[in-house]
């Protein structure tokens, strides 16, 4: 398998509306890195999916909810979400959260 190599300047950003945005980075069949872009006040709504993802906050505050639980991020913090694991996400202070997914996100493609 080559590797996939990325150019952030060449990653198209998908507005998902709302205040997101989405640029899927470099990704294999078994791992993907997303970036999530967030305006002050926008929300990641509570959502399942099969994959494992881990979250790292690269900007920004955010207000998660998993599995019902609330806990308030910033710069540098991680998350871990198993697989199936109600998550949302409330932006306190415009930022980037950088996702991965394992397996990759078929869907986000």
Known sequence: ??????FHKDALLNDLG???????LAHTDQ???????FQQG????????PHCQNT????????F?????????GPGDTLAFPS?????T????????????TPMREDFL
């Open 1 to 6: 398998m080559k590797a996939n190599v990325v």
């Open 31 to 37: 791992l993907m890195i997303v970036e999530v872009n």
């Open 65 to 73: 909810t998993v599995d019902g639980e609330r806990v308030e991020v």
């Open 18 to 24: 709302d205040g997101v945005s989405r640029r899927v």
């Open 90 to 101: 409330l932006c306190l202070e415009a930022g980037t959260l950088l996702d991965m997914f």
């Open 42 to 49: 926008s929300t990641g709504a509570v959502h399942t999916h």
């Open 56 to 63: 790292y906050v690269q900007s920004g505050r955010f207000c």
């Open 84 to 88: 199936n694991i109600p998550h949302g």
